[in-house]
């Protein structure tokens, strides 16, 4: 029976809606300080090099330069990092990818540094540089970091079963390869902070982009020296994120606070465009290796996954995305004999860390892809070797935990999106058009040799020849919240007025995602107010408890819980207020709802809400709280790579639908039916966004998005070539939300913003298979992936006309 | 499962009293705003050869201004008028986020110089409020939930804005188009449609 709700789970506008839509929402770099000085970064043009000196003397007395900060200036430490600390704030012997700062300099004209830096003359040894993974783990590769014994950052080890008695009892085995490539966030909004040194003993206080303010705040006290309540974060509003600004903005806030402190005056730091893709970090390119062996009836009898990621220069998350990928390589499928190598390495490459998803998008599209070429070769359809295979309650996983005490519904969201799409019947009728699309060769075969390629009369396609109709689906399931990567607990703070407003904050940042409104909604519907009653506090590290980062579609569960919490502690003192008013007894139950409270058993006698808290404030009664929701203890065995790694799970099923032009490759997509389980909806309108969004993002990583390097180097570094999906490039979206019951998070609402986003990718894969007969290993699947199995580059670094 | 829409049983006059207060508040702000970076501005031209003067006509108002003359407008309004709500995103012509109006046409800002703006008539996102009232689009933008983090909405909204006066009953594939120019890395785009063509109708 599920709960009877006021306002949980209606669409409710957004309650930062009006200062968004009138351009008046302040952004980092819409925050100006009266005295405030840029920052300019200084980089020089190698992948990996030594740094034999730095010669600043063609600037260092320039008028326009106020200082220049570097790692002799760091007071605390040099390097930092989440997990490891590896990365340099400013690099001073070594330079590792191409986004290295080895100094920044300081001063009011920030056009006039920008020709300035050009004048630090640095002298560096190049080294060899190192851009694919597999060979930077060769015991003879040159050491990226060379206090550390090898250029393996993290390996994460699963082992159950016994695989090889596992593909001995399979009736066929099926071993294939693929990969996948870098991404950028692409935050419509580039990075920017101002650091504002404060007065005597008072530290230095910090308002930017930063999606994760406690994070920064331990990065930025680690390289000042600074005890932690020394540093003040302040989150401005946030122009999106996707997990982007963490340890960029840690680093960049951390240079901010330097100078800042070095001037005596504010410091801004803000990225262009082509700043930001150099610098930030991306989500892993993966390379793939999986094995799987089954019967003949479908059952799937071992699987045995070997994973690189490409960690680029730092380890950043690397440790955490990878453990992520290792939980979750086989997918939703009952395995019982895995043997999983997921290894995280360091390159010359840009670095990489967290981005929605977080390890989960890579091995899907692999699993995904091979769980359908099962099919067909099995004259099975797609969804039948997942209803075979796919997890049910009571299922376990391949890190052995059993699934219970949550609805295990993957099978309910693969059949709702199944019938709503007609997936069987659409999906036979294409695969009896048989192989259609020719394989094509390499451009410099085709000119070795045109014969194939020179077009005859038989050639002709007839015009709606050309395009092919795909229907395909991928599935998952996904661990919520942060599992056994650490402490996962969250505080909210709720304060009640004497006439029913309500001051809200949470421990977690707003990246946009609308965590705001989803919170007011939930206090809201505790005290019976309306969500326009609750007003949200701009985030600050000095006004609330530390309650970790916002990440791992945490938000809405703990956060969520974190506010029912406070709003129920409230609920609850003000209900003591009216039982002594109204004389009623210790078990008297109230309805709070539409602004009124009344007895349960006597709805005639009824208090204003606002009254109530007049009457509360009268007596003294402190109409503070501050609600806390802790995850319960996980656990993980890291040498076998074994234990129940999250607390609960959430499931979803996507099926694309494309059109392939097999003339030009083009792939596109006419329909995404989006079937997901976030436990409980708490803000309807967020979360048909968040799936609008994951879609959108899953359908650029599948068609169109790559950060390609060329010895390090960064080819895209704007959105000219960067490809990020238009309001054209997508046909329909569709959600639809199956809830589950679940004891955890604010009436069992759980994740949504990742799953959203790790299926769309693997699902048009298996549309284009569909429509092309083709399978594809290598997103994305642009025109020259769909024509000739491989991406073409260009050769040249000019771009444009120059 | 079927759930009853809260915002779309709100009638039009509700939804506006809902805003009133926020709405006259930030209108001052806006004064203040714009007033006090200007006085900064007279004062560094006076003694800068390589400014140019320039009379530049804002949401109605002009400006006398000196500005060198390599400043996009998309500068000139961020920076010296502190009107924020235009972004600069890539400032290469590819996003839109950065789209006012000129003379009625929607045009990048990054991509054109202050100086070419002379004696046309600039809109921003901030001369869009009519004093206490809410643009229809706007209000569209917030009942229909056409933002996400808020960075891109701006420049959607003056897209927007230019296609509904060109165009003021569009259909959804005109706005299709009409917006295709202004990315939203937040994937609000189906949302962003629904807004234009929810203001279409009530404008």
Not at chain 1, 331 to 336: A, C, H, I, R
Not at chain 1, 433 to 456: Q, T, V
Request: proline content about 5%; hydrophobic content about 40%; glycine content about 10%.
């Amino acid at each position: 029976m599920r709960k009877k709700f006021s306002i949980v789970g209606k669409p409710v506008v957004r309650r930062d809606g009006l200062e968004k839509v009138t351009g008046q929402a302040k952004f980092a770099d819409d925050i100006n300080v009266p005295g405030q000085l840029y920052g300019v970064m200084v980089r020089i043009p190698v992948s990996h090099a030594k740094i034999l000196s730095v010669d600043y003397s063609a600037v260092e007395n320039h008028p326009a330069v106020a200082a220049i900060c570097h790692a002799g200036d760091i007071p605390g430490a040099k390097k930092v990092g989440p997990i490891k600390q590896d990365q340099p704030v400013f690099c001073y012997d070594k330079v590792v990818t191409p986004g290295d700062v080895i100094a920044m300099l300081v001063g009011e004209s920030e056009e006039e540094l920008l020709k300035l830096r050009d004048l630090v003359k640095v002298e560096y040894e190049p080294l060899p540089v190192l851009t694919d993974p597999l060979k930077a783990l060769k015991s003879d590769a040159p050491l990226i970091h060379p206090d550390q014994k090898s250029n393996l950052i993290v390996h994460h080890r699963l082992r159950k079963g016994d695989v090889d008695a596992g593909f001995a009892e399979s009736d066929y085995i099926l071993e294939q390869t693929y990969t996948t490539p870098f991404i950028e966030h692409a935050y419509i909004e580039p990075e920017a902070v101002i650091a504002v040194p404060r007065e005597g003993d008072k530290g230095v206080h910090i308002t930017g982009s930063i999606q994760n303010p406690f994070t920064t705040r331990k990065i930025v006290a680690k390289v000042l020296g600074f005890p932690l309540a020394k540093v003040r974060i302040q989150q401005a509003e946030l122009g999106g994120s996707f997990g982007g600004k963490d340890d960029i903005m840690n680093i960049l806030s951390a240079r901010a606070a330097l100078a800042a402190l070095k001037t005596g005056r504010p410091v801004k730091i803000r990225y262009r465009r082509e700043d930001s893709i150099l610098e930030s970090y991306k989500r892993h390119a993966y390379h793939l290796h999986y094995k799987v062996g089954f019967n003949k009836d479908g059952k799937i009898k071992a699987m045995k996954i070997d994973v690189v990621a490409d960690g680029g220069a730092y380890s950043s998350m690397t440790p955490f995305v990878t453990w992520r990928t290792v939980v979750q390589a086989t997918g939703p499928y009952e395995t019982e004999n895995v043997w999983t190598d997921v290894r995280g390495v360091y390159t010359n490459n840009p670095y990489t860390g967290a981005m929605r998803g977080f390890g989960s998008p890579q091995p899907i599209f692999a699993q995904e892809s091979i769980m359908d070429e099962i099919a067909i070769q099995l004259g099975m359809t797609p969804d039948e070797i997942r209803r075979i295979n796919g997890f049910k309650p009571g299922s376990v996983t391949a890190t052995g935990h059993k699934l219970e005490n949550h609805d295990v519904n993957l099978l309910t969201v693969l059949e709702t999106a199944v019938t709503k799409t007609g997936f069987s019947e659409k999906w036979k009728k294409n695969q009896r058009r048989g192989k259609m699309l020719p394989d094509y060769a390499a451009l410099e075969e085709i000119s070795a040799n045109p014969g194939p390629f020179i077009l005859h009369k038989d050639d002709f396609l007839e015009p709606d020849e050309v395009y092919r109709k795909g229907i395909g689906l991928a599935v998952s399931f996904r661990g919520c919240s942060l599992g056994a990567e650490g402490v996962d607990a969250v505080a909210a703070y709720l304060s009640l007025q004497q006439d029913g407003s309500a001051y809200l904050l949470s421990g977690l940042a707003e990246n946009g995602q609308g965590m705001r409104t989803t919170y007011s909604i939930v206090a809201a519907e505790v005290l019976g107010i309306s969500p326009d009653d609750v007003f949200y506090l701009d985030l600050d590290t000095g006004y609330v408890g530390d309650s970790g980062p916002t990440v791992a579609s945490r938000a809405t569960l703990m956060g969520g819980g974190a506010t029912r919490a406070a709003a129920e502690i409230l609920r609850s003192r003000l209900e003591n207020v009216l039982r002594q008013h109204w004389n009623l007894p210790e078990n008297a139950c109230f309805v709070f709802r539409d602004r009124q409270v009344y007895a349960e058993n006597n709805p005639e006698r009824k208090i204003a809400f606002a009254e109530l808290c007049d009457l509360a404030y009268n007596q003294a009664v402190n109409l503070a709280a501050i609600g806390w929701y802790a995850g319960p203890k996980v656990h993980w065995d890291e040498t076998v790579g074994q234990g129940p790694a999250y607390f609960t799970y959430v499931y979803g099923c996507q099926v694309a639908e494309v059109t392939v032009n097999i003339a030009t490759g083009e792939v596109y997509v006419d329909r995404v039916v989006a079937v997901h389980d976030p436990g409980t909806v708490i803000n309807l309108l967020g979360a048909q966004g968040q799936v609008y969004g994951g879609v959108t993002q899953g359908a650029g990583y599948g068609l169109w998005e790559e950060i390609s390097v060329d010895k390090g180097f960064i080819r895209e570094l704007n959105f000219d070539q960067y490809l990020i999906p238009t309001s054209k490039d997508i046909g329909e979206i569709v959600p639809i939300f199956v809830e589950g019951e679940d004891q955890y998070g604010p009436w069992g609402a759980k994740s949504l913003g990742e799953p959203t986003l790790e299926l769309t990718a693997a699902a048009i894969a298996n549309a284009v298979r569909n429509a092309t007969g083709k399978r594809f290993f290598h997103l994305p699947l642009n025109l020259e992936e769909i024509l000739l199995s491989k991406k073409l580059h260009p050769t040249s670094k000019n771009r444009g006309s120059a | 499962m079927k759930k009853k829409s809260v915002s779309s049983s709100l009638s039009r006059r509700q939804f506006l009293k809902g805003f009133g207060s926020g709405v006259a508040g930030s209108v001052a702000l806006n004064k203040i705003a714009s007033a006090l970076p200007l006085q900064k501005t007279l004062e560094k031209a006076a003694n800068d050869a390589n400014r140019t003067p320039l009379n530049l006509s804002v949401n109605g108002k002009t400006y006398r201004l000196s500005v060198e003359p390599n400043r996009t407008l998309a500068e000139v309004i961020r920076e010296d008028l502190q009107l924020t709500g235009t972004k600069v995103v890539c400032n290469h012509g590819e996003c839109g986020a950065c789209t006012v109006l000129l003379d009625g046409e929607a045009v990048y800002s990054c991509h054109i110089l202050a100086l070419d703006a002379e004696g046309k008539s600039v809109t921003t996102i901030e001369g869009l409020l009519g004093g206490e009232e809410l643009h229809p689009l706007q209000k569209a933008f917030v009942k229909k939930d056409g933002i996400q983090c808020g960075f891109c909405t701006p420049g959607q909204i003056m897209a927007a804005q230019a296609l509904l006066l060109k165009n003021p009953r569009p259909a959804k594939e005109d706005v299709l188009e009409g917006m295709s120019g202004n990315l939203c890395r937040c994937g609000a785009y189906p949302k962003i449609i629904e807004s234009v063509l929810e203001a279409a109708k009530t404008d």
